[in-house]
């Protein structure tokens, strides 16, 4: 972008904010790690490019607000700056990147350094600042602007950055950690749209930072900000500049680990596709993060219960959250579920809920089977097509299952894991347990216990138990939802799920017993 506009690209931070090590020799460059996030390829995600897609064919009458209510969050410097000179912003019209030879770099940053960096300590953690709906700082009387950091800048440092940026100005801002930043993009609200554009319903899409401040760790002792979580702190001094670079205490990651380690799988997988500017070696780095990040911070499977029974065996799971906010959260498109298996004394199988397929989908759950069906919430399992599904269902204006986030009202099911802490009688409308786990008084932020029944015919023991968590970014349905329609983006994910579906999900806790 020229001098005067509000954003700059990532590539006049990086510059600076690269080859940055560890006394180890670990690098913790905050451009190279921030070009393999999501964050930073939040405008390639090419589920993003088809569910926008999707949306305008449903609502061909909105299409232009649609593409301004998407881009908000995917591709931020170009909707605020349009959105402030009173301008629409256009989304598809500037895909595939790769038809712009001499690029767009605005259109390629995602949620680029200076759109967070710029962000004021305004109403942060309040619904006026949901849904991106942030003040950007203003520039002073000399057309300064302020880029705040968690660190105060001295004088020399303040010059250099003003003199490489032209405009911008170190500033000291403490509410760089504040979760409520975080708070302002991820708390999605959508308008439920009816058949002539008309808004019919609002709908809470996704909503982390409310599920986060119903939990005990939004305050006292047991408090974790989303920083916290999600950029990991650098356990000594670094310094966070190439050039002239004090060592600070402090310095956090810009990672910003989370959970889709599937689409940064994509995005290596189709490089020149989607015309991808990450590192290959700092793709496969942030796909190893997150899987490692899901295995060993995300939950706790334990078996409490395994009894014989006069038919065979009565198995209780216990499945904890460690995570602090729902699991899955945001997206619902994410899902989790259990994978139980029972073997008998010679090592065959004599039971199996929750496998998965390798065409992405689970065995026996009947959303996967039928878009208008769902997977109910099970307190007790005797079959092997019954499986317990962690997950939200969306619904439509009349009732019925929807993958079409346009259309939803509000949900038929959600039984996503809760954090610690979140007490299901005091929680909010948006934020709630839908469905038959709201009254199971074994479903709560301890966790959830799901008593397993099963017959072991002939079978003989001693009989081996196994109980997986598994989890998947996107789900089988909302997947193969977007096969219907015809257009180049909706296509080409299909195709990308097809290609992805065996390393679609991952194990996140596992626990075994013998009896």
């Known amino acids: 972008m020229p001098p005067g506009t509000v954003f700059r690209t990532s590539d006049r931070c990086v510059a600076c904010h690269n080859g940055l090590k560890t006394r180890e020799g670990e690098d913790i460059s905050i451009g190279l790690d921030w070009s393999a996030s999501i964050m930073a390829n939040a405008s390639r995600d090419p589920y993003w490019q ?32 349009d959105r402030d000179a009173g301008h629409h912003t256009e989304v598809l019209a500037r895909f595939p990147l790769k038809k712009f030879p001499e690029g767009n770099q605005a259109a390629e940053d995602g949620v680029t350094c200076s759109v967070c960096h710029q962000i004021e300590n305004v109403g942060l953690g309040t619904p006026s600042t949901f849904v991106g709906n942030v003040t950007i700082a203003k520039p002073d009387a000399k057309g300064d602007r302020p880029e705040y950091g968690p660190f105060a800048i001295d004088k020399g440092h303040q010059t250099l950055m003003h003199s490489s940026t032209a405009t911008y100005r170190p500033t000291e801002g403490h509410h760089m950690s504040d979760p409520g930043l ?21 709908f809470p899409e996704q909503v982390p930072f409310q599920e986060w401040q119903h939990s005990e760790y939004s305050e006292g002792r047991t ?4 920083q916290q979580c999600h950029m990991p702190r650098v356990d000594e001094a670094v310094a966070i500049t190439a050039l002239y670079g004090q060592p600070r205490e ?32 700092e793709l496969d780095a942030a796909v190893k993060r997150t899987t490692e990040f899901l295995r060993t911070k995300s939950a706790k499977v334990t078996i409490l219960v395994v009894e014989r029974t006069t038919n065979g065996l009565a198995v209780e799971v216990e499945v904890e959250n460690l995570t602090g906010h729902k699991l899955p959260t945001a997206y619902p498109s994410r899902r989790a579920w259990l994978h139980v298996l029972v073997r008998d004394g010679n090592g065959r199988l004599v039971f199996e809920s929750g496998a998965l397929n390798a065409d992405g989908s689970i065995a026996g759950n009947d959303n996967d089977q039928d878009p208008l069906r769902f997977e109910p919430y099970y307190r007790e399992i005797t079959k092997p097509d019954q499986v317990e599904i962690y997950e939200p269902i969306l619904k ?22 809760l954090p610690k802490g979140f007490d299901k009688g005091t929680a909010e409308k948006d934020v709630a347990v839908v469905g038959d786990a709201a009254d199971d008084p074994a479903f709560n932020d301890k966790g959830s216990q799901v008593r397993y029944l099963l017959s072991t015919g002939k079978a003989a023991g001693p009989f081996q138990v196994e109980a997986e968590l598994w989890y998947q970014p996107i789900g089988f349905r909302w997947a193969h939802n977007l096969q219907p329609y015809k257009a180049s983006e909706p296509q080409r994910m299909v195709k990308y799920y097809e290609e992805a579906s065996q390393k679609s999900a991952v194990m996140l806790a596992k626990a075994e017993a013998r009896r």
């Open 182 to 202: 975080c708070g302002s993009c991820h708390t999605l609200y959508t308008d439920a749209l009816g058949p002539h554009g008309e808004k019919i319903g609002r």
């Open 50 to 81: 088809a569910s926008v897609r999707r949306e305008s064919i449903d609502h061909p009458e909105s299409k232009q607000a649609i593409e301004d209510d998407c881009s908000i969050c995917h591709m931020p410097a170009l909707r605020m700056a």
């Open 250 to 281: 402090g310095m956090h990651r810009h990672v910003f680990v989370g959970a889709n380690f599937l689409m940064q799988g994509m995005l290596q997988d189709h490089r020149d596709e989607l015309a991808t500017a990450a590192e290959p070696e």
């Open 223 to 226: 408090r974790q900000t989303c």
């Open 396 to 417: 439509d204006s009349s009732g019925k299952v929807t993958t079409g986030l346009l259309h939803a009202v509000g949900y038929l099911k959600d039984s996503r894991l």
